[in-house]
């Protein structure tokens, strides 16, 4: 009975809701523009009556980065919320630093209009990054 789950790999295109969504839940999607039929999509599904207003909707672009973010109040204290983003960066072998550097500077300027003052943040996501090596302790 979770409130808020935050989807990635959904293979779903943006705007389009998830097959076999339960009654009484809300969904925002962001995926592929085109193929959606492989990896990718991401989703932020809301359990009614949680309020929720979409702020973001970014489906792959030049850098493949898949994002939706998401207001969430509840109807028990309206005057707070909290913004939930999920992310998907599919898995590269061949990352350009600047791709690279412009996603990363894309990603903050999102979160600097996304997210209010005082305003807690959840990120959920599959970034798909890995360790060339591990310091060890």
């Known amino acids: 009975n ?16 998830l097959p076999q969504l339960p009654p009484h839940y809300t969904c925002f999607t962001a995926g592929r523009a085109i193929d ?9 599904v809301i359990r009614q009556p949680v309020l929720a207003n ?6 792959s672009v030049d850098d493949g980065v898949e994002s939706v973010w998401v207001r969430v ?16 960066v599919p898995p590269r072998d061949d990352i350009d630093a600047n791709v690279f550097e412009r996603a ?11 997210v209010q003052n005082d305003e807690m943040l959840v990120i959920g996501g599959d970034f798909n990054a890995f360790l060339t090596s591990v310091p060890r302790n």
């Open 104 to 114: 990363a500077d894309k990603f903050i300027q999102r979160v600097l209009t996304c």
């Open 2 to 17: 979770s409130a808020v789950v935050l989807l990635q790999e959904t293979r779903v295109a943006t705007g389009a809701q």
């Open 36 to 44: 959606a039929s492989r990896s990718g999509g991401v989703a932020i």
């Open 73 to 88: 109040r509840t109807e028990a204290d309206r005057a707070r919320s909290f913004t939930c983003a999920s992310v998907y």
């Open 54 to 59: 979409i702020l973001h909707s970014q489906p």
